[in-house]
């Protein structure tokens, strides 16, 4: 009786597993079901709200471009099933739940793809539908969640029932669509709108480095203390950061990034020379970074300044890891930027990853917005730690930031590059030493030029001025400055960001 009873308790077992079993299965299933269940027929389209740069509609029109224009590196963003976005908030927590089998369980790209991405059969007609209007299908990512596709001007104008023409935007022409797109009805279901249709630019929140060439002997030498008419300002060095910061234990320890990778979005390649000097000046061990170029190779442009900096600060801190910059050229459509970020996480490059850029939240549109907010809920699940910048415009974040003659003309919004419930969004702070400066730096600087003694008091970064009630008219310019961290609420998800680097 007793063997008869286990028989029937391990039956029971057996039955209550394999229901559990099956209902995965049908979960499973019913998440990558099919959800393009009519005909695509483009008389029956569905506009996609918010797919024209705001930009343009304050910009001259300098009239529609030639319809063979390349228009190269689109991207068609994609959308999960309200099934898969349920299951894939689950998974997201069960990933950080210690008292989960599936903490830190990270998944591959494939595997993302296979479980939140949509079936076979969907991608099938969409590619067959850009192929029929004449496009070329360029990769479809790995984790399913967008399709990069080339073709021209008429053949977007003629399948997005759209125009491109040129602007002249903030000084600069560029070409955009003059209108919104739209989308046959029968692919709304699984299809958000088009990455972007443009090629105004995202921007760069540069660090600032003081260098000055030695004209005795022709070197780059670089000033650590700057005294001027506004103060004395000191620069960073390497070590600077290691004392501030308390990072000399970790270091000593062996915790300086060996074994590990960090991967840094860019549109442009950098001189090794330079990281070559960066990290001979500072002491730090020899250790080239890697460059991976997503297609075309961009060559240095004017933003390897930032890349620069990017790479070199990430070595300074972690001095053994492997960085690796991914650098895809900006195109008539999409900006670099969002190709890199797409590639990082896409291939798993690195589970560190950081962008120094920023993009005003209303700019990036419907599609822009779902596009990164997808690409780090991916990241997330791949056990990518993304760091993103919040911006160098205060609230201004649609304003450029910098020096104007008149006040910043955009509505206050942050950066819809950190702004995601997956961003680890990196606010900045300004040091705070109340005019006590010997009580925190050296008056001298060590052998590897840092001269801070230990932690300095922060405060919010904010260097930001109105020459209408600054008495010193913004240090005598007479010129409105946008020179603050990002932050405030975000309008596409319930975050909320602040600061920027340190500066």
Known sequence: MRHSRLRVVNGVRVRVVMTLLMLAIQASLAQNASRIKQAVDDSAVIRIPNSTHPLTARAADLGRVDSHLPMQRMVLVLKPSEAQETELARLLDRQHDKNSAAYHQWLTPEEYGRRFGPSKVD????????????????????GKQWIEFSGDAGQVEQAFHTEVHHFMVRGAERIANAHDISVPQALVPVVTGILSLHNIPKTGDAKRQHIHRDETNGKLMPDFTITGSAGTFHFLAPGDYKKIYNLEPLLDAGIDGRGISIAIAGRT????????????????????????HNGQVPGVNPDFVESSLDVEWAGAAAP???????ASASTLTTDGIDLSLSYIIDNAIAPIMSTSYSACEPFMGTAGNAHITGLYRQAAAEGITAFASTGDSGSANCDPSGEFPSPASDS??????????????????????NGLDGLYWLP????????????????VWNESCDPTVDPAGCFGSGLYLWLATGGGPSNCSTSTISGDFIT
């Open 320 to 326: 053994k890891a492997t960085i690796e910059l991914v």
């Open 444 to 459: 001298d600087n060590r052998a590897d030029l840092s001269s801070a003694m230990g932690y300095i008091p922060e405060q």
């Open 123 to 142: 991608l099938t007609q969409i590619t067959s539908w850009l192929q029929q209007k004449g496009f070329h299908i360029d990769a479809i990512a790995r």
């Open 269 to 292: 390649d950098i001189f090794l020379s330079d990281v070559h000097t960066f990290r001979k000046i500072f002491g730090l061990p020899t250790n080239d970074p890697v460059v991976i």
């Open 412 to 433: 206050a919004t942050v950066s819809g590059l950190a702004s995601t419930p997956y961003t680890v969004s990196v606010g900045g702070t300004q040091f705070d030493e």
